[in-house]
């Protein structure tokens, strides 16, 4: 996703001169093509995510297009105030993108994992929240972002992410992209676990249960059309996604529920526990550690069945 | 620019002061004694330094002022209002339910307020930020922030002050509103400050202290609009919290209180006003 997210932001800045880069001293050589082409337009703040994001702020009420680029706690959390008072409470555009979300930094340790992000962002008036699903989404995102008129929160994995999209789909922020249509369950797939979930929908399609998959990209706004398609037809409507279940998009979903008229589907929500990941290990060893992974999205979908 | 007329400059102060301490007393409102502190800087940036046009306040070349110390908020408004941004009227709606100016200012309450300030800490990043595009698009355009000794315990505004100097964004100026008090203290006793202005120089930025209630002082120091050696500059302005008012100055007593009619009055009488 990052590579994808580089490529994307070199084009879009040839294209238009409003767009500037700001990153919390990441990114070493990953945006050396971008660097060499505007070197006016990017700079390395340093570790100072404060600063950096009130100065993006101030740049886009001066008509600029910043883009914050950090590491998903920092660009989050470390300046959630400045967040919530500069960016979202003066309404500009700045597009805040976090790479390494949920625990695709598992290794560096809890201080490096994001699992609380999206419950913190998406509670912000104005702010939308964006979660691609692979690398082809996370280009796509980040052209819809720059067209966004408000603060936009790009949920970005990390490198290397398989691609799910066989072609471009139409990207709207907001609206959900169906990649596979199903009968019995719905599973909403939010964000890095696209891949994970992909390959949970083939599994439950070969034990007969008949799925269907969503990149619910987008937790907020949410996709309300969808959600009253999929919940007056499905007998299981299942979230997924890298983040923990307070506050992400199973909440989110389930608040919605809440305010719509009694429905027989269920709701299911997979993501992470109310705790932090003390152990070593990498990426997958933690997903699985906290049932993230195709076998576990399985097997609670039967479970619930 | 001209020397200004200190005479005159000094007639407007009073007027803003006067119209400070009647906003505090009609909405009960706090941080009257913060809003006075500041007054002179006010002044001397709105009618010396800044280069604006009350009539044109979103000019795209205007200089900007970032009142990151949005407490005081009451001494902003009512100097915008005697600078001739807006109709003194609009000051009728501090503070009153549906009004359109809170106490601390909300993003496009009124013309000439530049951003929307109140937790502290933000302004000199803003500041940054505002300089840097207004370089991007090769404008002359100044930056001036006034920040209460306060703020200067906020991390943030270190982290402003470490990457101003990195860009030789010599076109920004600090004013730090030294008042020596913070809500419930001495600053000093509270959080280690001193030596301000030897810790503004050694992070990189021309430091210099004023009298901060002397209009003279503050218009030349903040004269050049632009430092010659490319370094961002900051005024440390030795100010008195409440400062105007015999019973008010350096009385933290008037962070929190407002006046009552009698002292509303007697108050205003010792700036000569009616």
């Known amino acids: ?305 | 620019m001209t020397a200004p007329n200190l005479a005159a400059l000094q007639t407007v102060a009073r007027r803003v002061r006067g119209q400070v301490l009647d906003m505090s007393h009609k909405a009960g409102t706090a941080h009257l004694a913060s809003s006075l502190s500041c007054v002179d800087i006010l002044v001397a940036c709105y009618w010396t330094a800044l280069r604006i046009d009350p009539k044109k306040p979103d000019d795209r070349d205007r200089d900007r002022l970032v009142f990151s110390k949005g407490h005081a908020a009451m001494a902003l408004y009512a100097t915008l209002a005697e600078r001739g941004f807006f109709a003194p009227a609009l000051l009728d709606q501090y503070c009153v339910d549906g009004g359109r100016l809170a106490e601390q200012p909300s993003p496009g309450c009124a013309p000439g307020v530049e951003v929307a300030t109140g937790s502290l800490g933000h302004g000199l990043s803003w500041a940054v930020g505002l300089s840097l595009a207004a370089r991007l698009r090769r404008s002359d355009s100044r930056v001036i922030a006034i920040v209460s000794d306060g703020e200067c315990q906020e991390g943030s505004t270190w982290e402003a002050a470490l990457m101003a100097p990195a860009h030789k964004l010599s076109a920004i100026t600090v004013v730090v509103d030294y008042n020596k008090w913070q809500a419930t203290g001495r600053s000093n006793q509270i959080m280690a400050l001193e030596p301000l202005a030897r810790k503004w120089e050694s992070f990189g930025w021309n430091a210099r202290e004023v009298d901060g209630h002397d209009l003279g002082a503050l218009a030349s120091a903040l004269a050049e609009r632009a430092d010659p050696e490319g370094r961002p500059r900051a005024i440390v302005a030795h100010t008195i919290k409440g400062k105007g008012v015999s019973f008010m100055e350096d009385d933290n007593n008037w962070h929190y209180r407002s006046p009552n009619a009698q002292e509303l009055s007697a108050a205003r009488r010792e700036l000569g006003l009616p």
């Not at chain 1, 796509?140 to 066989?166: C, D, M, T």
């Not at chain 1, 139409?170 to 891949?195: A, D, M, N």
């Not at chain 1, 007056?232 to 199973?250: C, M």
């Open chain 1, 1 to 305: 996703m990052r590579d994808a997210f580089a490529a994307e932001l070199t084009a879009l800045a040839g294209a238009d001169p409003r767009v500037i880069m700001l990153s919390g001293d990441i990114g070493n050589r990953l945006f050396d093509k971008y660097k060499s082409a505007f070197p006016d337009r990017f700079y390395n703040c340093g570790v100072a995510e404060q600063n950096m994001m009130s100065v993006a702020a101030a740049l886009a009420s001066s008509g600029m297009r910043p883009i914050v680029y950090t590491i998903a706690p920092f660009v989050t959390l470390r300046c959630l105030e400045q967040i919530r008072v500069d960016v979202c409470y003066h309404n500009v555009p700045v597009v805040i993108v976090g790479v390494g979300a949920g625990l695709s930094y598992a290794a560096l340790g809890a201080t490096h994992h994001s699992l609380e992000d999206v419950a913190c962002l998406r509670a912000l008036p104005h702010m939308s929240v964006v979660c691609p699903g692979d690398p082809i989404e996370a280009g796509l995102a980040l052209r819809a972002a720059l067209k966004h008129p408000g603060p936009v929160y790009l949920r970005l994995g990390k490198k290397g992410e398989p691609g799910v999209h066989q072609k471009p789909p139409e990207f709207i922020i907001g609206r959900g992209i169906v990649l596979k249509p199903g009968q019995r369950v719905g599973l909403l797939s939010c964000g890095t676990l696209l891949p994970e979930s992909l390959a949970a929908a083939a599994e439950l399609e070969r034990r007969g249960v008949s799925t269907e998959l969503v990149s619910f990209h987008t937790v907020k706004p949410l996709d309300e059309a969808l959600l009253h398609r999929i919940f007056s037809r499905f007998e299981l409507v299942a979230t997924v996604e890298e983040h923990g279940l307070i506050g992400g998009l199973g909440s989110a979903v389930a608040e919605w529920l809440c305010d719509q008229k009694p429905v027989k589907t269920r709701l299911c929500r997979i993501g992470g526990p109310d705790a932090f990941l003390h152990e070593a290990g990498e990426q997958e060893y933690a997903r699985r550690r906290f049932g993230l992974d195709a076998e576990a999205i399985v097997a609670r979908v039967l479970e619930r069945l």
